[in-house]
Structure formats: structure tokens, C-alpha cells
């Protein structure tokens, strides 16, 4: 069991929105912005999407964004496209640790 | 654009210890960040292992720590990992990355290396 809990997979059609979940506790989640999510396609290097729950750094398109409620951080990318494919991972501040979601196939129809 | 590279051996016994490399291009080392390691066992979740400073200043994940040593060598822009007593359970793909600390712990990895697979096994 991971320590943030993502599903395993979500699925969408090119151009629809999908949202991808990332639910921790009030010690990590709940409590800091350093929610942090990861792109990762086959055999590649995984690639920072979004930092400090909602930030995109430079070079990562406006389609995705990140927001967070209560014990739960969200990744949503909207206009999905082909090359949107990959794994998606999340990763929290916690104290002394840094904690990694287990996570989540997309697959675009 | 900052590029890494991990490299070292990709079988280590039981008992051994592990020896990896990262050699950093497009950005000097001494110029800031963090530069650390994060792994993925098979099937298990990515785990942040440490992390160290140009200066030489290191982090460590506390479960990890009594095992790890992270060195730094500026001229070479690359930093190493050496994981020792090394059992099948630290078999994983290993990961170089620059980061960001905040209190001693990573909070984000924005460039990564390709990863490479270390298999503990006789």
C-alpha cells in the first residue's frame, strides 16, 4: 500500500479533461504545499509537471494544473492529446520524509 | 538544458555495497540545488534516498540514512551514491536528480536521469 494513494489508472478521449487524485493524511497533504506531481512515459525519465501543489515550471503546458483540497492533491489535464499517455505520479512534503504516490496509468482512447 | 546521467554497475551481491555515478551536463553543480537519488523496487513505490549540497552538505531519508553516503566532486560535475550491506530488497531502479529541500527533505525533482536498474543478487 502506498503512502498516497492514487488509482491506478484513469482513462479519457483526446480533447476531454481528466483528473487524477492523490489523497494523503492531515500530516503531509492536509498540512503542506509541497504537492508535487511527475510525468512519467516508457523508459523515460520522469518529468516535474507541477510543484508546490499548483505551479507549472517553465515549458510544461497551461493544459495541466494542480490544485489541492483538504487531504487531497489533484492533477487535471484538459484538451488531452496523445502524447499525454504515460504514468503519473504524486509526492508530498512529510515532516522528515518525502512521501511518493503509487501511480496512475493514463491512457488516452 | 540541465541533463543527467546515472552509471555504475547493474548487479551487486548480497552483503556488498553499491556504487553509483551521476554525471551532470548543461549546469554546473556549484552553481546550486540539491543533487540526489530516488529509487523505484519493482512493483513499489518511488523512495527518496538522499540528497547533497555543492558544498557537501547532505540530507538523508532517516530510513536509509545508517547505509547511504552521498559525495560530491565539482570538477567532474558528478556526484555518487554508495548504498552498502545491500540486500534483494534495495534492488530497484536507481534515479539521479536535481532538487529543492525544504527542512532536509526533497520537495521537488525537477531534472531526472534516465534511471538505471541494480539487481541485488549472488
Known amino acids: 500500500q502506498s503512502a498516497l494513494t492514487q488509482p491506478a489508472s484513469v482513462s479519457g478521449s483526446p480533447g476531454q479533461s481528466i483528473t487524477i487524485s492523490c489523497t494523503g493524511t492531515s500530516s503531509d497533504v492536509g498540512t503542506y504545499n509541497y504537492v508535487s506531481w511527475y510525468q512519467q512515459h516508457p523508459g523515460k525519465a520522469p518529468k516535474l509537471m507541477i510543484c508546490d501543489v499548483s505551479n507549472r515550471p517553465s515549458g510544461v503546458s497551461s493544459r495541466f494544473s494542480g490544485s489541492k483540497s483538504g487531504n487531497t492533491a489533484s492533477l487535471t489535464i484538459s484538451g488531452l492529446q496523445a502524447e499525454d499517455e504515460a504514468d503519473y505520479y504524486c509526492?508530498?512534503?512529510?515532516?522528515?520524509?518525502?512521501?511518493f504516490g503509487g501511480g496512475t496509468k493514463l491512457t488516452v482512447l | 538544458q540541465v541533463q543527467l546521467q546515472e552509471s555504475g554497475p547493474g548487479l551487486v551481491k548480497p552483503s556488498e555495497t553499491l556504487s553509483l555515478t551521476c554525471t551532470v551536463s548543461?549546469?554546473?553543480?556549484?552553481?546550486?540545488?540539491?543533487w540526489g537519488w530516488i529509487r523505484q523496487p519493482p512493483g513499489k513505490d518511488l523512495e527518496w534516498i538522499g540528497s547533497i549540497y555543492h558544498s557537501g552538505s547532505t540530507c538523508y531519508n532517516p530510513s536509509l540514512k545508517s547505509r547511504v553516503t552521498i559525495s560530491v566532486d565539482t570538477s567532474k560535475n558528478q556526484f555518487s551514491l554508495r548504498l552498502s550491506s545491500v540486500t534483494a530488497a534495495d534492488t530497484a531502479v536507481y534515479y539521479c536528480?536535481?532538487?529543492?529541500?525544504?527542512?532536509?527533505?526533497?520537495?521537488?525533482?525537477?531534472?531526472w536521469g534516465q534511471g538505471t536498474l541494480v539487481t541485488v543478487s549472488s
Open positions: 548543461g549546469y554546473s553543480i556549484s552553481s546550486g540545488y540539491y
Open positions: 509526492s508530498s512534503y512529510a515532516s522528515s520524509f518525502t512521501l
Open positions: 536528480a536535481r532538487g529543492t529541500m525544504f527542512r532536509g527533505v526533497l520537495i521537488r525533482a525537477d531534472f
